[in-house]
């Protein structure tokens, strides 16, 4: 079994309102026994034009955990928080 990962690319539009975000996210992600692999930092566009923005690279041991995670109570919550604070992107991809 591989690992898996949850990528998200986010465009913060209401600071104040994104930390309460943050602050249930990040319960979900403990919980859930994710692994915090990058969560915003210095970016570097190296080839073409996208500016990915915040980025945060969630680790699983699954495609399933990664998947499932999303539709848990506790990320359910954060997603309500997040409503119109901030613009994601996000996506779930299976690791070699």
Request: proline share 4%; charged share 25%.
């Amino acid at each position: 079994m591989s690992s898996s990962y949850v990528i998200a690319s986010v465009t913060v539009t209401n600071p104040e309102q994104f930390e309460e975000y943050k602050k249930w996210s990040t319960h979900a992600m403990q919980v859930h026994g994710a692994e915090v692999c990058i969560r915003g930092g210095k970016v570097e566009v190296l080839e073409g034009d996208w500016n990915p923005g915040l980025t945060v690279l969630l680790k699983f041991p699954s495609f399933e955990a990664a998947r499932a995670f999303y539709d848990t109570p506790e990320y359910q919550k954060a997603k309500a928080a997040r409503d119109g604070a901030a613009v994601i992107r996000m996506v779930c991809i299976e690791g070699v």
